[in-house]
């Protein structure tokens, strides 16, 4: 097994991710109507946050670059990271620098853990809601009303009154631009790369790392070994052994958070499965038009499909026909993926 596969399902109550214009979605032809969603960078960097996280380190800083033009502006330069695997946001969420000018060679890896957007399970369990919001101080007395002119120049209270004669206007509320909330059950999916997710590959020719790093892989105990790709440097057994955990554990607990105070939701996990055959994993958590009523879908969780690893939580059996659901659904699952992560034999690919 070269590749593990996981699905995830997710319910999410009345909040926004990926904002514009309150809620990023895309258009389904097939159901004519507009579907939210969150991109698989957003996924991706919640991820990574969580993984951050659970190992209790710092993520790889992050180098911005601008020129100073000749009208003594600022133009926009290169972004790259550290290109240094050392740093697990790095080695597990790849890097690219390509430098200015072509004078020094270009250093790209790609992410050892490929991942969708949240999307909807199907295009009639999710969508969104349009909410008018005001913000209204009006019962507080001591608020303050400045009103400007024309000119910027402050108007006295009796100025205000004088203008305010024959307007229905309250100065002590605000009307906010109408924005759309997300609710319903989303999927994402991550495929893992056992192959290149602790290897860093060294071949010189598509250079992943500048020789100083590898030279600094190798006396930090890296391993040389060989894969599919070519030479490369291996992770040492017990950093493996550290990430595996917090990998495992951010798979299971990441959530996309809200730009929003106000719209925050628990983004709760129903269910999700691990396999490594990926037509299987679509099938187990799937959903299916009702027979009777076409604009319906309902949602399926098969817990019968053979190679495939499926854990349900309690809070599913509100939205989900389904007997298997277990108060340590997560933690089960969690257990599983260390098990699976594990048994990877990363040093000795080619044997």
């Known amino acids: 097994m070269n590749t593990i596969y996981i699905r995830t399902l997710k319910r999410a109550e009345h909040t926004v991710f990926c904002v514009t214009d309150g809620q990023k979605t895309y258009y389904d032809p097939q ?48 972004v790259y990271g550290t290109c240094d695997p050392t740093y697990a946001d790095q080695l597990f969420g790849g890097w690219m620098k390509a430098a200015k000018g072509g004078k020094d ?21 999710a969508g969104t809601t349009r909410e008018n919001m005001t913000f209204d101080r009006s019962e ?21 009154i004088s203008f305010l004669e024959g307007k229905d206007r309250s100065l002590s509320r605000k009307w906010i631009k109408p924005s759309n909330k ?3 059950l989303f999927v994402a999916d991550i495929a893992i790369d056992l192959r290149r997710l602790f290897s860093v590959t060294i071949n010189s020719f598509e250079p992943e790392m500048a020789d100083s790093t590898i030279e600094k892989l190798k006396s930090e105990g890296w391993i040389e070994s060989k894969n599919v790709f070519g030479p490369c440097l291996v992770a040492p057994k017990t950093l493996r052994d550290e990430w595996i955990k917090g990998l495992a554990k951010a798979i299971i607990d990441w959530k996309i958070t809200s730009n929003q105070a106000r719209t925050f939701s628990l983004m709760d996990t129903l269910a999700l499965s691990i396999s490594d055959n990926a037509n299987l994993i679509a099938g187990s958590i799937r959903a299916k038009l009702s027979e009777e009523d076409s604009d319906k879908a309902e949602p399926i969780i098969d817990e019968s499909l053979k190679g495939v690893d499926t854990f349900i939580t309690l809070q599913a059996g509100g939205y989900i026909r389904t007997k298997g659901e277990k108060v340590n659904a997560l933690e089960t699952a969690e257990a ?7 048994a990877f034999d990363y040093e000795n690919q080619l044997k």
């Open 31 to 78: 159901f004519d109507k507009y579907i939210p969603y969150s991109s698989g960078q957003q996924v991706k960097r919640s991820l990574i946050d969580s993984l951050c996280e659970a190992i209790n380190q710092t993520p790889s800083p992050t180098t911005f670059l601008f020129d100073v033009n000749k009208q003594k502006g600022l133009d926009e330069g290169e």
């Open 105 to 125: 060679r270009t250093l790209k890896r790609r992410s050892p853990l490929s991942i969708s957007a949240m999307r909807a399970l199907h295009p009639l369990l």
């Open 140 to 160: 507080r007395s001591n608020n303050e009303v400045i009103v400007r002119d024309e000119k910027g120049n402050k108007l006295s209270e009796e100025d205000i």
């Open 182 to 184: 997300a609710t319903g």
């Open 336 to 342: 599983k993926l260390i098990e699976l992560l594990s």
